[in-house]
């Protein structure tokens, strides 16, 4: 699988000139006349010949022939470790799985057993280096994040945190998962002496004596992962670490392979697919299962007593296509595997992780609690599917399905808002080495020139269908170049690093109300796809803003929207209906055009 790492490209800086002139394109529809000119003159003053911009945009590629990525570690810093809000709902997603048939503790730890089962069959691909290299039609990706996913944890700090890997080069190899009920953290081997994965029945052995072990809720020490990222550090590293016992048992959870959450049943609301959500993002609150996570942990696999099955990772470590991959492995295991059977052989015994908590941990405890609670009371979440088509159609008119979905977006934000606003979509970079993400914008001239004909009933429909291929078209050919590495913002944030590390003052350009209008991402969009129906689940990345993801199916697609109820202009409810009717409005129109 990594044979081919060392032939990748490097990720190239793009021309500045060309990035600049993009610049100026994307912020077209934000903002005013007034505010554009003055832009303009911004961006002609920056990319003058002999000027700044030229003058960065050397120091840029010079750190790029020195490294084999020349955005790696600052995008981790910047987007990830550098980040001080709670990793809960804002960072970290949830991916709600299909709700499994069953009901009770019984029938949990069975389906439980085969989910480990199955991830460690994932595992032994990965260590083997056998898992098939992921590709962009003909062109090989980097599988880098693949390696990253288990034996993997965040660690606190105060104002940075860390990235542990706990890889098979590493002195001691992990051997063990931690299983958490009732919020008690238990150490479980799962590798036999000749490092064969323990069976299902084996895990599930163990699995039973966890929970005898752990019959009634202890103090949730877990939330603390909740909190900010200051709070947490101090918490962790100036009480919890200097203490041997605590000390050793977040050594266990932070070398775990990954970790397994045994959650309770909790009210079942009328749409239970969004009841999941909620669980998957932030475990419900301080009352439900929040206290039975580690949020900082890069896989947890949650299973609860009512069916409710998914995935929390952190997301530092990778973006959704690995998780995703070692998703549809985790079920394809569980739905073909055979029963889970009584075993007399008895495995190691669980070890129980103790924490020594004094009283300023009691009280952090207490201050998590409170915090969690009004971040979950805050958060708007609808999970919805539209059911009257899916990428089928877009492919039947000889759209791409993603870029027509995106539009459609865009048409729903403007029912409701009569404005078009900055989007974010992530565009995969991994063709090149060590590539993460760049910034697919959405909003163009050419879709709002669309979202404005569609309200105005004197634009004949064939014109409107014009206006329609044009902005599809338009965010395809977006899309392609911003996956070559030709994108702007990661561009951008570049030059405008390169400055700081070069102890000058932020350029102009950036300080311009343009451009923080421009980073201002109302919509934050991703495609997360699965053979399964899966979504993944986030939160906005600003108060006044909008998180979505979908998951789009043959027949069908499946979104996940979030916001913030604090703000009075959003409402997660609207734009699902407006989402809804924008879809059916599209596909009318082109139905209808078609006929004529």
């Not at 539209?386 to 459609?408: E, W």
Request: aromatic residues 8%.
């Amino acid at each position: 699988m990594v044979v081919h790492q060392s032939s990748l490209p490097h990720l190239p800086v793009p021309d500045l000139a060309q990035t600049l002139q993009k610049y100026l394109k994307v912020v077209r529809p934000l903002v005013d006349d007034i505010a554009f000119q003055k832009t303009k003159q911004l961006v002609e003053e920056f990319g003058k010949p002999g000027g700044l911009g030229e003058s960065l945009q050397s120091k840029l590629q010079s750190r790029a022939h020195e490294r084999q990525n020349w955005l790696d570690d600052w995008w981790l810093h910047t987007a990830y470790l550098d980040y001080r809000e709670p990793v809960v709902i804002n960072v970290s997603p949830g991916i709600v799985c299909p709700p499994q048939d069953f009901n009770g503790k019984k029938e949990q730890l069975q389906f439980a057993a085969k989910l480990v089962a199955g991830v460690l069959d994932y595992k032994v691909q990965i260590d083997n280096q056998s898992v098939p290299i992921d590709k962009l039609r003909t062109r090989p990706l980097c599988m880098d994040q693949y390696y990253k996913l288990f034996s993997a944890c965040r660690l606190p700090g105060e104002q940075r945190d860390q990235v542990v890997v706990y890889g098979p080069d590493c002195g001691v190899r992990p051997r063990h998962i931690v299983v958490v009920h009732n919020n008690q953290f238990f150490s479980l081997d799962v590798y036999d002496n000749n490092w064969k994965p323990l069976s299902q029945d084996h895990i599930h052995a163990q699995l039973k004596k966890v929970v005898c072990q752990s019959k009634h809720p202890s103090v949730p020490v877990g939330i603390l992962t909740t909190e900010n990222r200051d709070t947490w550090g101090m918490v962790y590293n100036q009480a919890l670490k200097k203490d041997k016992t605590n000390k050793l048992s977040l050594e266990a959870i932070n070398r775990s392979i990954f970790m397994l959450c045994l959650d309770q049943e909790t009210v079942r609301e009328e749409d239970r697919w969004t009841s999941m959500g909620h669980q998957l993002m932030h475990g419900g609150g301080s009352q439900h299962n929040s206290g039975n996570r580690w949020f900082d942990k890069t896989l947890q696999f949650t299973v609860g007593t009512d069916g409710a099955v998914g995935i929390v990772y952190e997301h530092s470590a990778a973006e959704g296509p690995p998780i995703i991959s070692l998703l549809d492995h985790m079920l394809d295991y569980c739905s073909q595997s055979p029963a889970v059977r009584e075993t007399s052989v008895h495995p190691k015994e669980p070890e129980r992780l103790l924490f020594s908590l004094n009283n300023s941990v009691l009280e952090a405890i207490d201050n998590a609690k409170q915090s969690l609670d009004m971040q979950v009371r805050d958060l708007d979440l609808h999970l919805v599917t539209f059911k009257t088509y899916g990428k089928d159609f877009p492919k039947s008119q000889r759209l791409s399905p993603d870029s027509y979905i995106q539009i459609a977006m865009q048409l729903a934000y403007y029912k409701v808002n009569k404005v078009a606003c900055a989007t974010y979509e992530s565009g995969s970079t991994r063709m090149f080495h060590l590539g993460r993400t760049d910034t697919i914008r959405s909003a163009s001239v050419e879709s709002l020139k669309f979202c404005q004909a569609m309200q105005d009933s004197s634009i004949q429909p064939s014109e409107k269908v014009a206006l329609l291929r044009r902005a599809v078209e338009g965010h395809k050919r977006y899309a392609q170049e911003t996956v070559s590495g030709q994108g702007i913002d990661r561009h951008l944030l570049g030059l405008k690093l390169i400055a700081v590390e070069a102890g000058l003052d932020v350029p102009h350009l950036f300080e311009d109300s343009t451009y923080e209008q421009a980073v201002h991402f109302k919509l934050s969009t991703s495609q997360v796809p699965s053979k399964y129906d899966t979504l993944l689940c986030f939160g906005p990345v600003v108060p006044d803003g909008y998180g979505i993801c979908y998951n789009p199916a043959e027949d069908h697609l499946n979104f996940c929207i979030s916001a913030y109820n604090s703000h009075q202009e959003t409402d997660t409810v609207k734009l699902a209906a407006a989402l809804n009717q924008s879809l059916l409005d599209m596909q009318e129109l082109l139905q209808t055009q078609a006929k004529l």
